[in-house]
């Protein structure tokens, strides 16, 4: 079993309440990374200060509606609308290097991607 390291944090946009997240990272891998302070510290600047650099991410939305112990987190009624995010993003080598599993609240969140066509694609 390898330790993980463990960011748990509200985020805020303009001091109010975006999303829930919990990252996990292997801790063998990033010594250290969790004395950073994310207040201001980018998690992929300290990854990549680790030799650890991220290069591509499995990302996946789902709609649901907040959880009795994540609704307080959020400044929510149990049962609002939330969006679920899960992210397992890889380094340089192909290894798995970070999990995000985030929470937003659905109110204040927007979605935006720029889908292309790579060759033999229609």
């Known amino acids: 079993m390898h330790a993980l390291q463990e960011e748990d ?4 946009f303009d ?7 919990v990252t996990l990272v292997p801790a063998e891998r990033a010594p250290g990374i969790g004395e ?14 680790r030799g650890i650099v991220p290069t591509r991410a499995s990302y996946t939305v ?15 009624d149990e049962g ?9 993003t890889y ?3 192909g290894r ?16 935006h991607a720029t889908l292309t ?3 033999g694609r229609d």
Do not use: K, N, W
């Open 9 to 12: 944090r509200v985020r805020l």
């Open 15 to 21: 001091e109010a309440v975006m999303c829930h997240s």
């Open 36 to 49: 950073a302070d994310y207040t201001t510290a980018s998690m992929y600047t300290e990854l990549t200060a």
């Open 62 to 76: 789902h709609s649901s509606l907040a959880a009795p112990d994540e609704a307080p987190l959020l400044d929510l």
């Open 80 to 88: 609002a609308p939330v969006l679920h995010i899960e992210q397992l």
């Open 91 to 93: 380094d340089q080598h």
């Open 96 to 111: 798995p290097c970070e999990y995000d599993r985030v929470v937003y609240r659905a109110d204040r969140y927007r979605f």
């Open 117 to 119: 066509a790579g060759p």
